[in-house]
T-cell receptor, first 113, second 112 residues
Framework: SQQGEEDPQALSIQEGENATMNCSYK?????LQWYRQNSGRGLVHLIL?????REKHSGRLRVTLDTSKKSSSLLITASRAADTASYFC?????????????FGTGTRLKVLA | KAGVTQTPRYLIKTRGQQVTLSCSPI?????VSWYQQTPGQGLQFLFE???????NKGNFPGRFSGRQFSNSRSEMNVSTLELGDSALYLC???????????FGSGTRLTVV
């Protein structure tokens, strides 16, 4: 079963607007990552947030982590057409350091010019 | 520096055949992981190799196997192909232990 479930499954916004996507997971984690995938291509690592962090920024990206709710959110500010992609969260299945990362189902973001 | 290289990019095989996919990690990266991506199941972990040893394994049947060579290049093999094996197979490398994977562009396998 999926460790991470992204919400919404699909999102369509206008250029310049902000996009927020959420990820929920089931077990304790050491860290959580967000990746972007352009259509049919490999994934690009965006940002990693550790379990003892609550918020992290990278350029136009802002990630939050709430370990009590087992959830994370990714905010993309001032979106651009080039942000059109699928976004995935990834977590370890447990905290034993098995490096067996489990990816969520993804949010398909479409940014309209 | 060169990224993660996967070959071939596209592959069409017939049911019952076997296939070998190749992955060359970023120079210096010793960990290579493989994932299967399908529309229905999303990204699923196949296995991870580190220094020529399988360090982790996902929940796939024994028809899926892999190996890693001394230069860290990795191959995965699928025997007795089934229609359901049609997927994008992604390879990811990291320096020592994940996280912070660098992914290749994938091999799109179609089984007919």
């Amino acid at each position: 079963s999926q460790q991470g479930e992204e919400d919404p499954q699909a999102l369509s916004i206008q250029e310049g607007e902000n996009a927020t996507m959420n990820c929920s997971y089931k077990t304790s984690i050491n860290n959580l990552q967000w990746y972007r995938q352009n259509s049919g291509r490999g994934l690009v690592h965006l940002i990693l947030i550790r379990s003892n962090e609550r918020e992290k920024h990278s350029g136009r990206l802002r990630v939050t982590l709430d370990t009590s709710k087992k959830s994370s959110s990714l905010l993309i500010t001032a979106s651009r057409a080039a942000d059109t992609a699928s976004y995935f969260c990834a977590t370890e299945g447990d905290t034993s350091g098995t490096y067996k990362y489990i990816f969520g189902t993804g949010t398909r973001l479409k940014v309209l010019a | 520096k060169a990224g993660v290289t996967q070959t071939p990019r596209y592959l069409i095989k017939t049911r019952g055949q076997q296939v070998t996919l190749s992955c060359s990690p970023i120079s210096g990266h010793r960990s290579v992981s493989w994932y299967q991506q399908t529309p229905g199941q999303g990204l699923q972990f196949l296995f991870e190799y580190f220094s020529e040893t399988q360090r982790n394994k996902g929940n796939f049947p024994g028809r899926f196997s892999g190996r890693q060579f001394s230069n860290s290049r990795s191959e995965m093999n699928v025997s007795t192909l089934e229609l359901g094996d049609s997927a994008l197979y992604l390879c990811a490398s990291s320096l020592d232990r994940p996280p912070n994977y660098t992914f290749g562009s994938g091999t799109r396998l179609t089984v007919v």
